[in-house]
Nanobody, 128 residues
Framework: QVRPVESGGGSVQSGESLRLSCAAS????????MAWFRQAPGKEREGVAALDIDGSTTYADSVKERFVFSQDIAKTTLFLQMNGMKLEDTAKYYCAAGRPNQSLNRFQALDAEWYNYWGQGTQVTVSS
């Protein structure tokens, strides 16, 4: 079973950068499509970035050219590098894992329905 654990949240100012990490307890999590979601108070959870088992990445339009989803060489930790942060990036960020050996297309990749395993989230706050 995959149990994502997020870390790295905090407070930054507009324009600054922050890197989130997601570690999974299972050594086989590399078989899962992984994604970052976020939820701001009073808003629905939205997909931010996804990394499919085929290695392809998908980004929400709101974070393209600013956020980068990557993994370490050992493939045990995922990272979300967030650059040029904006006030609207303030939210709780969640790391999620899909279903084993299931590849997601770009329409599914940022849809929470396709993810079975969720972390507890880490808060990111951007101030002016």
């Amino acid at each position: 079973q995959v149990r994502p654990v997020e870390s790295g949240g905090g407070s930054v100012q507009s324009g600054e950068s922050l890197r989130l990490s997601c570690a999974a307890s299972s050594s086989t999590y590399r078989r899962y499509s992984m994604a970052w979601f976020r939820q701001a108070p009073g808003k629905e959870r939205e997909g931010v970035a996804a990394l499919d088992i085929d290695g392809s990445t998908t980004y929400a339009d709101s974070v393209k050219e600013r956020f980068v989803f990557s993994q370490d060489i050992a493939k045990t930790t995922l990272f979300l590098q967030m650059n040029g942060m904006k006030l609207e990036d303030t939210a709780k960020y969640y790391c999620a894992a899909g279903r084993p050996n299931q590849s997601l297309n770009r329409f599914q990749a940022l849809d929470a329905e396709w993810y079975n395993y969720w972390g507890q989230g880490t808060q990111v706050t951007v101030s002016s």
